[in-house]
C-alpha cells in the first residue's frame, strides 16, 4: 500500500509495544509484528473470513475523531484470555478447538485489549500531541455464514486501511491481528503528501518555500468541544469518584501495614491482592496513590502496574512499588510502567509514610 508511511510507523511501533505489556500480563512472550498492508472494503474483508472473530472498536477523540478497529481471530482470544486465567495447557487447547468462550474468557480478553489500547495511546500521543486519544469500546463476535451483515455490523461500510501483524507466542500456534482503519480517519492520522505544483512559467516567479507549505502546514480543525464527554464524565476516570488510596498486596500482614500508613491520608482506602480485579477497585473511586507490594518484582507482579496504567490512560495516579528483592532490570521495568517509587522490604512505617505524603501530604506528625 502506497502512502502513509507515518501512520504505518506509528502503527508498529504500539503493536510491538503492545506484545512486550500484553506478554507482561500473561506472563508469557508475545510477540505482535505488522507484516502487511492493503486497502480493503468492508465486504471484501468479511467476505473473505473463514474463521470467527472478535471485532473491538477504538473511538479516537480530540482533534482527529473516528473509530479504526481491532480484529482477532477467536480462536486467538480464547488462548489469551485463558492463559490470563490460569487454566490448564490442555483445556486450553480444548476450548480453542471448539472455540468455547464463556463470561470469564470475556473479561480477560477485555484487560489484554486494554494493555493494546494504552500502548496505542501512548504512541499515538506522543506522536500527534493534543490531537489524539483512544478510548476502547466494547468487543462484538463476529461469525461468519451466522452473523448477517448489516450497514453498521459490526464496523460500518466504507473502505478501510489493513493493516496485518502476526502473532506469536512460545508453544501456541496464533493466527493475526488486523487493524481496521477507515481511509478518512487514516488521512487525519497522516494526511497525503499534496500534488507537486505545475512548473511555473518562465516569466513567473516560482512561490517562496514557506508559500509553498503553508496548506500542508495548516493544522487540522478542532473538534467540537461538545462532541465527546470530559475525562471527568467518563466512567472511571481520574476526576471522578471519592478520592481514595489502592493498597495491594497478598500477604495480609503486609498489607495491613501499608493499610494503616494509607488511611493516615484522610481519603478512603481499598485493598485487595496482586490478583485483584483492579476495574472493580478504581469504579467509583479518584484513585490518589496506589501502593503495591510484592516479593521479587516478577514480572507477572510488575504487570499490576501496567494494568492500573491501562485502566487510567488519561492520568495514571502514582504508584508505589516495593519488593524484596530488586535486580536492576526490575527497577527499570517497575519505572517504565509506571512506578514512582521504588522501596525495598522490609522498610519501616516511617519509611513508608515519608514515601506517602511525597504524594498525598498525609497529616503526619
Not at 508453544?171 to 477507515?182: A, K, S, T
Not at 497522516?190 to 509553498?212: K, T
Not at 493544522?219 to 468541544?225: I, K, T
Amino acid at each position: 500500500m502506497d502512502g502513509y508511511t507515518t501512520l504505518h510507523e506509528m502503527l508498529a511501533s504500539a503493536l510491538k509495544q503492545a506484545g512486550e505489556e500484553s506478554g507482561m500480563l500473561l506472563g508469557q512472550e508475545l510477540a505482535i509484528a505488522l507484516s502487511d498492508s492493503l486497502t480493503t472494503s468492508k465486504t471484501s474483508y468479511f467476505g473473505g473470513l473463514e474463521d470467527a472473530c472478535f471485532v473491538i472498536g477504538v473511538e479516537s477523540r480530540e482533534a482527529y475523531t473516528g473509530q479504526f478497529y481491532l480484529v482477532f481471530s477467536l480462536r486467538d482470544a480464547i488462548v489469551m484470555s485463558s492463559i490470563l486465567l490460569g487454566i490448564p495447557p490442555a483445556r486450553i487447547q480444548e476450548k480453542k478447538r471448539l472455540s468455547i468462550i464463556e463470561s470469564d474468557d470475556i473479561d480477560a480478553f477485555a484487560e489484554i485489549a486494554n494493555m493494546i489500547n494504552g500502548a496505542f495511546n501512548t504512541v499515538f500521543q506522543g506522536s500527534l500531541p493534543n490531537k489524539v486519544h483512544l478510548k476502547l469500546l466494547s468487543p462484538k463476535k463476529f461469525i461468519p455464514e451466522v452473523d448477517e451483515l448489516s450497514e453498521s455490523e459490526p464496523l460500518p461500510e466504507g473502505d478501510y486501511l489493513m493493516f496485518r501483524s502476526k502473532l506469536e507466542m512460545p508453544d501456541q500456534e496464533l493466527n493475526y491481528l488486523d487493524v481496521l482503519i477507515p481511509v478518512g480517519l487514516g488521512n487525519q492520522f497522516d494526511p497525503p503528501s499534496e500534488e507537486p505544483p505545475e512548473p511555473p512559467a518562465e516569466d513567473e516567479e516560482a512561490p517562496a518555500p514557506a508559500e509553498a507549505g503553508d496548506a500542508a502546514a495548516q493544522p487540522q480543525p478542532e473538534a467540537d468541544e461538545g462532541a465527546a464527554p470530559s475525562p471527568g464524565e467518563e466512567a472511571g476516570s481520574a476526576e471522578a469518584g471519592i478520592d481514595s488510596v489502592v493498597v495491594l498486596e497478598d500477604d495480609n500482614e503486609e498489607r495491613r501495614q501499608m493499610v494503616t500508613v494509607a488511611a493516615l491520608t484522610g481519603y478512603q482506602v481499598v485493598e485487595g491482592t496482586l490478583n485483584a480485579d483492579i476495574k472493580e477497585l478504581f469504579t467509583g473511586r479518584n484513585v490518589r496513590l496506589v501502593l503495591v507490594g510484592s516479593q521479587d518484582a516478577s514480572d507477572h507482579e510488575l504487570a499490576v502496574c501496567i494494568k492500573v496504567n491501562a485502566i487510567r490512560q488519561n492520568s495514571p495516579p502514582p504508584i508505589i512499588m516495593s519488593a524484596q528483592r530488586w535486580t536492576r532490570t526490575a527497577v527499570l521495568k517497575a519505572l517504565k510502567y509506571g512506578a514512582r517509587e521504588i522501596i525495598i522490604k522490609p522498610c519501616s512505617e516511617e519509611e513508608l509514610i515519608a514515601k506517602v505524603r511525597r504524594f498525598c501530604k498525609p497529616p503526619v506528625q
